[in-house]
T-cell receptor, first 113, second 115 residues
Framework: KAGVTQTPRYLIKTRGQQVTLSCSPI?????VSWYQQTPGQGLQFLFE???????NKGNFPGRFSGRQFSNSRSEMNVSTLELGDSALYLC????????????FGEGSRLTVL | AQKITQTQPGMFVQEKEAVTLDCTYDTSDPSYGLFWYKQPSSGEMIFLIYQGSYDQQNATEGRYSLNFQKARKSANLVISASQLGDSAMYFC????????????FGKGTKLSVKP
């Protein structure tokens, strides 16, 4: 059974650009969550999507957005990149119920220059 | 508000010995879940163990067990028979708002296993 797949794994952008990250959940999983991990702030929740609807949203500015497609794949977008957006972005998938099964991908490491 | 506290920034353990990683929490949700993840230097978050707040028994997964003391609001991870490959960051997390997709993480504990 394939795990959670995130692409790209590494990317470098410059300030002011935008970036789109992709996440393919485990087959059968309908919930996808996104997290940002930085050395200073640790792991912070960005948003959760379930059946193409945003179910929860963290405390991030509107430059951070996401969406989920009918096949449960999800994308997150960061516009007008800032140096502080450099981070590891992690995606997690689950079936959507509170079953204790929440699995992460390997992450997308974004560097903003 | 939800909060996870991991008071041990770093720990050392001898190979083959057991080690306990501390985690205390605070929550306003009547029902919640507690997770432990391992993050090696590669960055991937590896699921270790889960405990639901209404689970009567402590969770176990192979060499991992969770010492859940609800009244004390603690959910310590116990790793038995440590291996060199257990060297990594360990994060405790709690669900927020009733959805397990929304986790609040602690700052983590860096575990180093000595040969």
């Amino acid at each position: 059974k394939a795990g959670v797949t995130q692409t790209p794994r590494y990317l470098i952008k410059t300030r002011g650009q935008q970036v789109t990250l992709s996440c393919s959940p485990i087959s059968g999983h309908r919930s996808v969550s996104w997290y940002q991990q930085t050395p200073g702030q640790g792991l912070q929740f960005l948003f959760e999507y379930f059946s193409e609807t945003q179910r929860n949203k963290g405390n991030f500015p509107g430059r951070f957005s996401g969406r989920q497609f009918s096949n449960s794949r999800s994308e997150m977008n960061v516009s007008t990149l800032e140096l502080g957006d450099s981070a590891l972005y992690l995606c997690a998938s689950s079936k959507g119920q509170n079953t204790g099964e929440l699995f992460f991908g390997e992450g997308s490491r974004l560097t903003v220059l | 508000a939800q909060k996870i506290t991991q008071t041990q920034p770093g720990m050392f353990v001898q190979e083959k010995e057991a080690v306990t990683l501390d985690c205390t929490y605070d929550t306003s949700d009547p029902s919640y879940g507690l997770f432990w993840y391992k993050q090696p230097s590669s960055g991937e978050m590896i699921f270790l163990i889960y405990q639901g707040s209404y689970d009567q028994q402590n969770a176990t997964e192979g060499r991992y067990s969770l010492n859940f003391q609800k009244a004390r609001k603690s959910a310590n991870l116990v790793i038995s028979a440590s291996q060199l490959g257990d060297s990594a960051m360990y994060f405790c997390a709690i669900t927020y708002g009733g959805s397990q997709g929304n986790l609040i993480f602690g700052k983590g504990t860096k575990l180093s296993v000595k040969p």
